[in-house]
Nanobody, 123 residues
Framework: QVQLVESGGGLVLAGGSLRLSCAASGFTFSIYTMAWFRQGPGKEREFVATINWSGGSTHYANSVKGRFTISRDNAKNTVYLQMNSLKPEDTAVYYC????????????????WGQGTQVTVSS
């Protein structure tokens, strides 16, 4: 069955860094667009970053542009999110998601989801 398993979350001081990983199984990862979303306390789920099947095209939310980097390793069926210069407003549960068609920025367009990993940035 399809599984997306996130890891790498935790508690970090403002200005620090974290690297999230999302291990995929049960589908042909290498042809799927992958993305990261996040949901803060009392907020709706929002787009963070997306990467196309080859890794040659990426797109970021303005709030994370220049600080976060999405990447993928198709040989390892894994997508990553390197987060630098973290801010308290980055505190959220981070989810990875995937879809075979170019799904864009809306969460409802993604078929596959992980269970999420908590990121807490303390000031």
């Amino acid at each position: 069955q399809v599984q997306l398993v996130e890891s790498g979350g935790g508690l970090v001081l403002a200005g620090g860094s974290l690297r999230l990983s999302c291990a995929a199984s049960g589908f042909t990862f290498s042809i799927y667009t992958m993305a990261w979303f996040r949901q803060g306390p009392g907020k709706e789920r929002e787009f963070v970053a997306t990467i196309n099947w080859s890794g040659g095209s990426t797109h970021y939310a303005n709030s994370v542009k220049g600080r976060f980097t999405i990447s993928r390793d198709n040989a390892k069926n894994t997508v990553y999110l390197q987060m630098n210069s973290l801010k308290p407003e980055d505190t959220a549960v981070y989810y990875c998601a995937g879809d075979i068609s170019p799904p864009g920025l809306l969460p409802q367009n993604y078929a596959y989801w992980g269970q999420g990993t908590q990121v807490t940035v303390s000031s």
